[in-house]
């Protein structure tokens, strides 16, 4: 298997093209509506996936907010390049040991789902040919690009799609690898590595979304499947790994396929009458709602359509997929068992008109709508011929459950044409210099230095070099806090804390964790509350004070905790009296009980210490 990454990191210097903010907002003011066409370049020729996707028609919404300008709605030509953001590209090209290029050229690449209100989107390539060792192994980085990110999609009905266009034009840092990676958690631990070094640039955004992945995948004697925009890290290598095992299902098939002399037939054929007195199932609706049924036949395919040896994934779910993306909600096929879509009776007298054998298959697409059934047929047809020669090469969309979903042929080579209204910009050797004088830390450096200088465990200081938090560790640190604490909030506690299904994880700013950490140090709680506390912030209470309160963990005071600790071991003074100090572990259980999170523990413990010692009966002798 081969993999080779694209990630995908978006930068906050303001946009690329314009001088607008990179945050993004909910407030919309001003909407608009467009299409995209195909239209054949100066060679006459198509890019295949524009015109399948100007084939479904679609209208693409646009929601403009209060910090957009006329550059993201493409009613005023783009500025020149953010330089700040290609000093942030070129600060990474270095540390990935790249060639930068001598001159910086913006591109226009064409983007064929509506997300770019121009129907492209402006790349310019920054360095090529570098390396990362990840794991003892060398891996090829290919180029390192900085491009613009698209409009957010907020939303689809029927034949349309809406967009917000405050992500539009934000500067994103593309790293691409060679086919080097050769496993799921693989590709999985290098993804970790650029994002790393990525956020060691201390110039990217942070969040759900702000960095994405693409995965390009090919099994061996397979095809390269593009998956797109992975957002969930965590998911990476099984997106891999589970693209492997479709290709090689498919493969499979394939052989299966060649040994039969299989072969599917391009022309449907209208059995919408043969089917007319069928009673219920999506294809007695398409009939009674007076439209077709089509059959195609798929000589040699019996019993290929349906899971191979308990595999997840099915060739008749591919042709499903092909329909879906036409725009109709499945099929029926004949090695689903026969049922309210289709019973046994229907199955027989189709194989009888369509003059199918044993070994033959058939699929069938109802739907109200004649000219959509036989664009869903002719797509379906292709897919199914496509299957005797193995895996076709397209793009895939990742899903939440780790599988992969069609969503459309892979984009052709020809796509990319000069942006003629942004100057190229010179790549100097002073530039360089400056660059190369002031290289940020690297991650592996950075780890070392947590570790060294803050006593913090390795494995604490991985996870917040790995993960998204380390800037946000040391602007809390740098408030004056104890590191050990810090790092145990922001990478277990913080994470820890429950949210409910599909709500973003809690995600409270500096100034609360700086105010909830300067709390618990002043004793108005005690350390082991913090994630009690975070947690009523987290469903909602109005400001740390009342968070303490609901939490019922407002501190007591010395006076208060000696009245407690006397009281119960007045109520155990027999046990007292009798076993002196062994009295201490049942009684601090009791005192917890009541305590817990409202006084540190040890002062806790040294409370009933003394009062055990005022109490026990004297040492004898
Ligand atoms: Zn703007």
Known sequence: MKVGLEVHQQLATGKLF???????????????????????????????????????????????GPSNCLVESDEEPPRPLNEEALDVALTVALLLGCRPVDEVEVMRKIVVDGSNTTGFQRTALVAVDGHLEVGGKRHAILAVCLEEDAARKVGAASGEVAYRLDRLGIPLVEIATGPTIASGPEARQVAQEIGALLRATRRVRRGIGTIREDLNVSADGGQRVEVKGVQELRLLGEYADREEGRQRLLLKVRDQLALRGARAEAEPVDVTSELSELRDGPVAAAVKAGGVVLALRLHGFHGLLGAQDGSEERLGRELADQARAAGLGGIVHSDEPPGRALPAAAH??????LGLGGRDAFVLIADRSPERARRVAAAVAAR???????????????????????????????RLYPETDVPPVAVTEERLARLQASLPERPSATLGRLVSEHGLAPELAGQLVYGADLERFEEIVRRGHPAGAVARLLTQELPAIPVPDGAPPFDPSTDQLDELLRAAEGGRFAKEGVPEVLRQLASGAPGLEEAVRRSGLSGVDPDELARVVERIVQAQIALVREKGEAAFSPLMGDVMRELRGRRDGREIADELRRAIARHRAPAAG
């Open 18 to 64: 314009c001088a607008c903010p990179t945050e993004l907002s909910e407030t919309t003011g001003l909407t608009f509506v467009r299409r995209l066409r195909a239209a054949s370049g100066e060679e006459r020729a198509t890019d295949a996936a524009a015109a399948f996707q100007a084939s479904r028609g679609l209208l693409y919404r646009y929601e403009s």
């Open 348 to 353: 027989e007298r189709l194989r009888g008109r």
């Open 384 to 414: 199914a011929a496509v299957a005797v020669e193995g895996v076709p090469g397209e793009t895939r969309d990742p899903l939440p459950d780790g599988r992969t979903r069609y969503s459309r042929p892979l984009p052709g080579r020809d």
